[in-house]
Nanobody, 119 residues
Framework: QVQLVESGGGSVQAGGSLRLSCAAS????????MGWFRQAPGKEREFVAA????????SSSESVKGRFTIARDNAKNSVYLQMNSLKPEDTAVYYC????????????WGQGTQVTVFS
């Protein structure tokens, strides 16, 4: 089992920044990849960014490249999503998730944190 707890959401004006945190605990995290997803009202959940615990290999969606950065702190078992130049369309509930590094399905999910960007 892997437990994930997100924090850091809130309301911010367009152009501003927020940093989301995800505290992970449980199984050997080095064998997992961590991801951030988001779901806006009336829309499907979409992938935002991912990082592997062991080597720190990252990926992100085109919609956030150049604005969002994913990072991890192995000592703190935490993953972060630094969000800059926020836009109203970034408004969503953001979820932290974990999947086996050799797998494709994210099997563990946090409870989500709300991000609201107003113009």
């Amino acid at each position: 089992q892997v437990q994930l707890v997100e924090s850091g959401g809130g309301s911010v004006q367009a152009g501003g920044s927020l940093r989301l945190s995800c505290a992970a605990s449980g199984r050997t995290l080095s064998s997992y990849a961590m991801g951030w997803f988001r779901q806006a009202p009336g829309k499907e959940r979409e992938f935002v960014a991912a990082i592997t615990w062991l080597r720190g290999i990252t990926s992100s969606s085109e919609s956030v490249k150049g604005r969002f950065t994913i990072a991890r702190d192995n000592a703190k078992n935490s993953v972060y999503l630094q969000m800059n130049s926020l836009k109203p369309e970034d408004t969503a509930v953001y979820y932290c998730a974990a999947r086996p590094v050799l797998g494709t399905e994210y099997t563990y999910w946090g409870q989500g944190t709300q991000v609201t960007v107003f113009s």
